[in-house]
């Protein structure tokens, strides 16, 4: 079976957040079990560079204003990615792969995306002669308009490749004036039949839940919240018309980053069997934050973006009781300035008892996760999350909200502890009762050791995801 990736980003090559990861270690888990799966992206600066092996493969010839290539390669770790080399819309200097080195987002990002897709679907229909897959894997709205491409422009035969959506945050919609549409190719009929009309925009993820064949989100949990108004952020209608069930399957983690037995970021490594090394950790964090080296103090921390989404003006108004607990907390994130004064002021206040870093550090999140007896993710929503998962994986319990993933993937009681509703009252309900099971040191390490023995990899997931595929296939012949 093979199977064509289409994302924005792919680890290593260019990450900005989950997806990612999720780009850069799923296909290789489905390459395990004889998927051949290839990673479509953006050949942005740097990109091809990275690659292990590279070559052109096929001309593209104009794509949106500017002559493009596609070139194919293999990563480090052995990933097969295809490029699309096209400089008048990748090739840029300073920011990122959706803004520049201003902050703002690139102006014509709905035709670098909007490229992305056409390739795509040029791919998909055998047009560019290159490797076709059966199933087109389109993920979040930078990928999504490839269904629309396939239902307008490519010939529809029983052949035809099948496309599965994977909606990895229901808040990033790709949304754009309708007065775009003529640029992305598009016909006016697009706007019609519940199509990429979005309240007075056009919504690229739209598009992908009306053209696309099946549609997955990344928990069981959140696909069942995104189908109702409270959660559906405008897309409860739009994911229900389609008469079908959304698939939830979790993300798993890459088991050879994230383990405690080899991490070389962290001051000792352990494992399951050998639990006294963690306290070096939390000893040596402690030092490094400035924190009061308190062995037996409750060490909760937090691995964010600093955003409404995460919950974490709810940990603020909590964080006299975590105190008032004989607890410290530690904070590595960045995002909104709000609540980086806030958490700075925090600081300040609390020498000693908080500790707070704004700005993005991989290894100090490793030693984080290793140095800490918690991780906190109170969010208001959270589509799979993946820190809760490292702090299972550390022994490091995860406090998380009864949202979307967090409520898939941390067991109350038994790996950690959950709370509902998610406001400040019951997150501080939970920060005591997991202070009330810390005092005892039995208890504790039981639930660590549940924690740590549950399986984060990537194995379920990506035979789940073939299932999928598999299920798509049947229902092309
Ligand atoms: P989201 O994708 O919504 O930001 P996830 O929990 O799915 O949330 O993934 C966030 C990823 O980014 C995790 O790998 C986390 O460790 C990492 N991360 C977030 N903020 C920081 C930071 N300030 N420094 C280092 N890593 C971070």
Redesign the pocket.
């Known amino acids: 079976m093979q199977v064509l990736f289409v994302t924005s980003e792919c680890y290593p090559l260019v990450k900005t957040?989950?997806l990612a990861?999720v780009a850069g270690a799923l296909p290789l888990a489905l390459a395990a079990i004889d998927v051949d799966a290839r990673v479509l992206l953006p050949a942005y600066a740097g990109v091809v560079e990275q690659l292990a092996t590279s070559k052109a493969l096929a001309p593209i010839g104009d794509l949106f204003g500017g002559d493009a290539t596609l070139i194919e390669g293999t990563t480090i770790a052995g990933l097969k990615v295809m490029l699309i080399d096209a400089p008048h819309l990748y090739d840029r200097a300073g920011g990122g792969p959706y803004s520049g080195p201003n902050g703002h987002e690139w102006p014509d990002n709905h035709v670098r995306f909007g490229a992305l897709s056409w390739v795509a679907a040029e791919i998909a229909a055998g047009r560019l002669g290159v490797w076709q897959p059966d199933i087109v894997h389109l993920h979040d709205w930078h990928a999504a308009l490839t269904a629309a491409y396939m239902h307008f422009h490519v010939h529809k035969g029983p052949t035809q490749p099948k496309t599965l959506l994977t909606i990895h945050?229901l808040a990033f919609q790709g949304l754009f004036p309708e007065a775009t549409l003529p640029a992305l190719r598009l016909p006016e009929e697009a706007l019609e039949q519940g199509g990429i009309a979005y309240w007075g925009k056009l919504s690229f993820l739209k598009a992908g839940v009306r053209w696309c064949d099946a549609v997955s989100t990344v928990s069981p949990t959140y696909a069942r919240e995104i189908v109702t108004p409270e959660h559906g952020m405008g897309f409860d209608s739009a994911l229900k018309d389609r008469g079908d069930t959304i698939n939830g399957i979790v993300n798993g983690i890459d088991l050879e980053v994230w383990n405690p037995a080899t991490d070389p970021h962290i001051a000792a490594n352990y494992s399951e069997s050998n639990l006294a090394n963690k306290a070096l950790n939390k000893a040596a964090l402690q030092a490094e934050l400035k924190l009061d080296v308190e062995p037996n103090a409750p060490l909760f921390c937090v691995?964010?973006?600093l955003t409404e989404q995460k919950g974490l003006d709810l940990l603020l108004t909590a964080l006299p009781h975590l105190l008032a607990c004989g607890g410290q907390l530690a904070v590595?994130?960045?995002g909104a300035r709000k609540l980086e004064r806030a958490f700075r002021r925090a600081a300040k206040k609390h020498a000693g008892r908080v500790a707070t870093n704004i700005?993005?550090?991989?290894a100090?999140?490793h030693r984080m996760q290793a140095g800490a007896d918690a991780i906190m993710v109170p969010s208001r929503f959270e589509p799979?999350?993946?820190?809760q998962l490292?702090g299972l994986r550390y022994g490091t319990l995860p406090v998380v909200a009864n949202v979307g993933g967090l409520a898939d993937t941390v067991a109350d009681t038994v790996t950690g502890f959950r709370f509902d509703p998610v406001d400040a009252v019951q997150l501080v309900a939970a920060i005591e009762r997991a202070c009330d099971v810390y005092a005892t040191p039995t208890e504790w390490q039981r639930m660590m050791h549940s924690a740590m023995t549950d399986d984060v990899g990537w194995d379920t997931a990506a035979a789940a995801y073939r299932t999928l595929y598999e299920q798509l296939l049947q229902s092309r012949r």
């Open positions: 957040g989950g990861d945050n691995v964010s973006r590595l994130g960045a700005g993005y550090d991989e100090l999140s799979c999350g993946l820190t490292y």
